[in-house]
């Protein structure tokens, strides 16, 4: 079974582009979030989907950013336009339902952003 | 609100030897869960152990263990006879929310960087 996929691996962009991120999760998990890790820091979660609806997005940091996904499959991250803050990894995660605490978060591999 | 701490910003072990990473959290909630992911250099993140706030048992999985104490909010990480292949970030989590698709977010400590040395 393929796990999360992200595209690209690596994105370099100048500042003032735009940028989208794409993830794909694995089949059937309804629940799908996104995080970002700035350099030395934490990871920060930004949103989270249940299928194609908005559960949680109280992490996005801005409106340069916007996170759709369609029809309940993957998920696409747009950032537009890029400032030189948003350089960092993101990372898009998938899960299935669940009724309680353990039910592990797949991770794809990031997104590595660098603005210029 | 709820938070992860780690205040380990770097370890080192000897080959074969174990160690312990340390995560304190904070939250109000009875009901909470806590995970650690491991992150090589590769930048994926790698699910290791998780422990449920309501079991009585430390969680293993093989060579990690789960130390819980739930009165001083802790729940250490232990490796033990740590590999090469072990270096990498460590990152301590919990879970926002268990019930049914009402939160599910995690929230991550800062993490520790682990270098085993041969």
């Known amino acids: 079974e393929a796990g999360v996929t992200q595209f690209p691996s690596h994105s370099v962009i100048e500042k003032g582009q735009t940028v989208t991120l794409r993830c794909d999760p694995i089949?059937?998990?309804?629940?799908l979030y996104w995080y970002r890790r700035v350099m030395g820091k934490e990871i920060k979660f930004l949103l989270h989907?249940?299928?194609?609806?908005?559960?949680?997005e109280s992490g996005m940091p801005n409106n340069r950013f916007l996170a759709e996904r369609t029809g309940g499959t993957y998920s696409t991250l747009k950032v537009q336009p890029a400032e030189l803050e948003d350089s960092g990894v993101y990372f898009c995660?998938?899960?299935?339902?669940?009724?309680?605490?353990?039910?592990?978060?797949?991770f794809g591999q990031g997104t590595r952003l660098t603005v210029v | 609100a709820q938070k992860i701490t780690q205040t380990q910003p770097g370890m080192f072990v000897q080959e074969k030897e174990a160690v312990t990473l340390d995560c304190t959290y904070d939250?109000?909630?009875?009901?909470?869960?806590l995970f650690w992911y491991k992150q090589p250099s590769s930048g994926e993140m790698i699910f290791l152990i998780y422990?449920?706030?309501?079991?009585?048992q430390n969680a293993t999985e093989g060579r990690y263990s789960l130390n819980f104490q739930k009165a001083r909010k802790s729940a250490n990480l232990v490796i033990s006879a740590s590999q090469l292949g072990d270096s990498a970030m460590y990152f301590c989590a919990m879970r926002d929310g268990v019930g049914y698709n009402q939160g599910g977010k995690l929230i991550f400590g800062q993490g520790t960087e682990l270098s085993v040395k041969p």
């Open positions: 422990q449920g706030s309501y079991d009585e």
């Open positions: 939250t109000s909630d009875q009901s909470y869960g």
């Open positions: 995660a998938s899960s299935q339902a669940f009724l309680g605490g353990n039910t592990e978060a797949f």
């Open positions: 989907f249940v299928k194609e609806s908005k559960q949680d």
């Open positions: 089949s059937g998990h309804d629940n």
